[in-house]
Structures are given as C-alpha cells and as structure tokens.
C-alpha cells in the first residue's frame, strides 16, 4: 500500500516562494510517476506538474511552467515543488498523486493513491 504524506503548504503573499514536499512510501522500485495537483472551492481537480520517478522526466501545466520546479530525492523518497512568484490564484489544496506505471497523465483520474493535501494561500 502507497503512502503519501504532503507538507510545506502555508499563507505567503503574491510574489513569493513555498516549496512542497511528498513522502512517499510502500514502493520499493522506481517504475511509476508522482504528480502534483491541486483544487481550488468549487473547481476540479487540475494538473500542475508531474516527475517520472526512474528517470527524472518531467511534465508541468501551462500555469506552472517556468514558475514552478518539480523534483524528487531518491534517498529520501521524497518528491518536491518549489513554487515561486506565487499569485493568488494559485491559492488551492495542492495534492500529491501517485501512479503505478511510467506514464504521465495530466487527468486525476489516472492516479492511484493520493496523500491528503495541503493548503497553499497566497495574499495579494
């Protein structure tokens, strides 16, 4: 069974920077993706950014690229997104997602175990 357990969320005003993090366990090989999602009150779930855990790939929403980096430690096991020049519409649940294969998908659906989410507020 896959755990996930997010962190690093919190209220920070438009312009700056927070950087989330995914533990992960209960996988002992690297063949399966990570994502980040989040949801906003009263809209769905969206994509923002997903990493290919053996080899690194990554995929990122037209919202995200260039603001937003995708990494991962394998030490660790531990996934991370450090966001930066934060807007208040990036105010959301921010959710980490995982997928028991090497295929990225943007769609929620696809994802298999999710972690619990934590909350992004950005002021303005």
């Known amino acids: 069974q896959v755990q996930l357990i997010e962190s690093g969320g919190g209220l920070v005003q438009a312009g700056g920077s927070l950087r989330l993090s995914c533990a992960a366990s209960?996988?002992?090989?690297?063949?399966?993706?990570l994502g980040w999602f989040r949801q906003a009150p009263g809209k769905d779930r969206e994509f923002v950014a997903a990493?290919?855990?053996?080899?690194?790939?990554?995929v990122y929403s037209d919202s995200a690229k260039g603001r937003f980096t995708i990494s991962r430690d394998g030490a660790k096991n531990t996934m991370y997104l450090e966001m930066n020049s934060l807007k208040p519409e990036d105010t959301a649940v921010y959710y980490c997602?995982?997928?028991?294969?090497?295929?990225?998908?943007?769609?929620?659906?696809?994802?298999?175990?999710w972690g619990q989410g934590t909350q992004v507020t950005v002021s303005s």
């Open positions: 990493i290919r855990w053996s080899r690194g790939n990554t």
């Open positions: 997602a995982f997928r028991t294969d090497l295929a990225i998908f943007r769609d929620y659906r696809q994802y298999n175990y």
């Open positions: 209960g996988r002992s090989d690297s063949n399966y993706v």
